[in-house]
T-cell receptor
Framework: DSGVTQTPKHLITATGQRVTLRCSPR?????VYWYQQSLDQGLQFLIQ???????AKGNILERFSAQQFPDLHSELNLSSLELGDSALYFC?????????????FGPGTRLLVL | GENVEQHPSTLSVQEGDSAVIKCTYSDSASNYFPWYKQELGKRPQLIIDIRSNVGEKKDQRIAVTLNKTAKHFSLHITETQPEDSAVYFCAAADSWGKFQFGAGTQVVVTP
């Protein structure tokens, strides 16, 4: 157990809908990362937050947004969902968000868009 | 554009043999190179990492080498065991914390 929690574990929804994925980092970690893992795309870095502020951006679609709250938990919002958004979404956390720190991954949220 | 290429996509080895996975990156700003192991249905876990000021790092049966000039780095697993079977991902990150991952290598260790 990495200490990073994600909810929900599974999510089934329909195209066009909007969902919110939640992540709580390890105690003491200030930085949160979001990743998308699909069968044909591998592991894709989406976005990083540090202490409430966006720090780095990867291949995140405009239909997706994220934020980190004062209590350091983070939410990833996925809107206008398409079939291709079906994937496993991981959150990871690290202490200060410096790039040479170990990231600890949560168990993931499996999203299925029908 | 920035990307990380990883080879091979699948690797089958006999127990006790060595396994080597290679990655190349294009972003010269990359200075941190972690390797993750992901077992089926589980989260990725860091197994070893290397910074840009180091050419080689070893941890028991696992070693990583980095050639910054050629922009490639490799993972070496010696004396493979069935529990080494998993998908391995390489990644390259810059100082801003932007990560690029390889597509993964499915390693199968047969007894």
């Amino acid at each position: 157990d990495s200490g990073v929690t994600q909810t929900p574990k599974h999510l089934i929804t329909a195209t066009g809908q909007r969902v919110t994925l939640r992540c709580s980092p390890r105690s003491g970690d200030l930085s949160v990362y979001w990743y998308q893992q699909s069968l044909d795309q591998g592991l894709q870095f989406l976005i990083q937050y540090y202490n409430g502020e966006e720090r780095a951006k990867g291949n995140i679609l405009e239909r997706f947004s994220a934020q980190q709250f004062p209590d350091l938990h983070s939410e990833l919002n996925l809107s206008s969902l398409e079939l291709g958004d079906s994937a496993l979404y991981f959150c990871a956390s690290s202490e200060t968000g410096m790039n040479q720190e170990t990231q600890y991954f949560g168990p993931g949220t499996r999203l299925l868009v029908l | 554009g920035e990307n990380v290429e990883q080879h091979p996509s699948t690797l089958s080895v006999q127990e006790g043999d060595s396994a080597v996975i290679k990655c190349t990156y294009s972003d010269s700003a990359s200075n941190y190179f972690p390797w993750y192991k992901q077992e089926l249905g589980k989260r990725p876990q860091l197994i070893i990492d290397i910074r840009s000021n180091v050419g080689e790092k070893k941890d028991q049966r696992i070693a990583v080498t980095l050639n910054k000039t050629a922009k490639h780095f490799s993972l070496h697993i010696t004396e493979t065991q069935p529990e080494d079977s998993a998908v391995y991902f390489c990644a390259a990150a810059d100082s801003w914390g932007k990560f690029q991952f390889g597509a993964g290598t499915q390693v199968v260790v047969t007894p």
